[in-house]
């Protein structure tokens, strides 16, 4: 400012020098005061930059004052709200994002045992006619899931016809015996009639005909010789021998329905394995990349001559029907030294400082949470450091991890 001072006071003595040059009197009021209004313009001119540039570092510094200040703790949270991965059901299924519940195991993933699924025998009905029949008509394809009641075959043929005919003239009888009083027939004819119209619809039964059916046939005689096999339970058909025209002799399955919701698995184990089974307890099914919990319901207690192997069998439950009767599986006993959570390899991703880490899914949505790996065997493993009651991502893991190490990169739906 005293350099600018200068430089006015200058600027000053110059006009009053040419002043004084064109006439020999002093300035006058209107050039003191255009001399004085050029000074305070330029003073002004050369004040604003700095005024502007002071107002921009305030205004920065404001903006920068005006974020707040957070706590530890609510920041922590907020740190975990930016890591949480939110999915819909459709973007779960196009990821193939599965998830399970834990719950704390005692399996070992040493002590492990051949196994084959079979299916659940409490669930399963093989249709064989204790009759001579003949195939007039088909109404399913092997592998297709039925109803109970639903159509199977249409069967028919000379035995048949015979035993249908039997039980209408049987049950005739029996009819008009019983509305006769007892004055006029006796004990033994009145019983005798009773038991050859029971013993017709027995054969009947055999043949696999429904009650409804056989009160039908009595009603209608005209559908002697033929009659619809229907599924006695829900189930798919296996098994199935059936072919038009053929015939079949009595005691001949013609197919198999099973009810695949629940199967049976058949291990064989060492003397040594099956010290720690219990009937009741449970062990770890492994099939494929699916491990499924089943519960031990009997042994042989008896070894086998050639393998020195004792046999176990387990039920297990077959949400969804993914597994089927015949597919090979590995059993995991139970150990009651080591604890933790059996988890497959797809469960386990690493973390941006190498460590093992899973996925947790809660209501913000799926989140990355540190383990322990303590035993990895044959795509299992031992961990530990999670908390039972947790849901945890089995299948589909890669994909969050590689969402989350996006950083905020938004999840569409492709």
Not at 116 to 137: E, G, H, I, K, S
Not at 176 to 197: C, E, H, N, T
Not at 264 to 277: F, G, K, L, M, R
């Amino acid at each position: 400012m005293n350099t600018i001072n200068t430089r006015f006071n200058r600027i000053g003595m110059d006009m009053n020098t040419q002043n004084q040059a064109v006439a020999p009197f002093h300035l006058s009021a209107l050039a003191r005061a255009m001399s004085f209004a050029f000074l305070m313009t330029l003073t002004a001119a050369v004040a604003t930059p700095s005024t502007a540039f002071a107002g921009e570092g305030h205004d920065q510094v404001a903006e920068k004052s005006e974020i707040p200040a957070k706590s530890d703790g609510h920041g922590a949270e907020e740190s975990e709200e930016e890591h949480a991965l939110k999915l819909t059901a459709v973007q779960q299924a196009l990821a193939g994002i599965e998830v399970t519940r834990l719950s704390e195991e005692i399996f070992s993933l040493e002590a492990v045992a051949t196994a084959t699924l079979v299916v659940d025998r409490d669930r399963t009905m093989t249709l064989a006619p204790q009759v001579d029949v003949r195939v007039l008509a088909r109404h399913v394809v092997p592998g297709q899931e039925v109803s109970q009641g639903d159509p199977l075959l249409t069967l028919g043929g000379v035995a048949v016809a015979q035993a249908q005919a039997d039980y209408i003239n049987a049950a005739a009888e029996w009819s008009r015996v019983k509305r006769m009083g007892k004055s006029a027939v006796s004990a033994s004819r009145r019983l005798q009639a009773q038991v050859d119209a029971e013993l017709k619809r027995a054969i009947l039964e055999a043949m696999k005909m429904t009650s409804a059916q056989i009160t039908k046939l009595a009603s209608t005689p005209s559908t002697i010789g033929s009659y619809q096999l229907l599924a006695p339970i829900d189930g798919r058909v296996q098994q199935d021998l059936a072919m038009l025209g053929q015939v079949i002799t009595s005691g001949t399955a013609l197919m198999q329905l099973t009810d695949e919701s629940h199967l049976w698995v058949e291990a064989q184990v060492t003397p040594a394995q099956s010290e720690n089974i219990r009937v009741g307890s449970e062990a770890l099914v492994r099939v494929g990349d699916r491990s499924i919990k089943a519960k031990i319901i009997g042994r042989s207690h008896e070894l086998n001559s050639v393998t020195r192997t004792e046999q176990i069998l387990l039920s297990l439950e077959n949400i969804g029907h993914v597994l089927h009767a015949g597919q090979f599986a590995e059993l995991y006993l139970p150990n009651a030294i080591r604890g933790g959570v059996i988890l497959p390899d797809a469960a386990l991703t690493r973390g941006e400082d190498g460590d093992w880490q899973v996925f947790i899914q809660d209501e913000d949505g799926f989140e990355a949470v540190e383990v322990e790996v303590v035993e990895r065997q044959r795509g299992m493993n031992l961990v530990r450091g999670l908390t039972p009651g947790s849901t945890v991502v089995v299948s589909g893991a890669f994909f969050l991890a590689s969402e989350l190490a996006k950083s905020g990169f938004a999840i569409h739906n492709h």
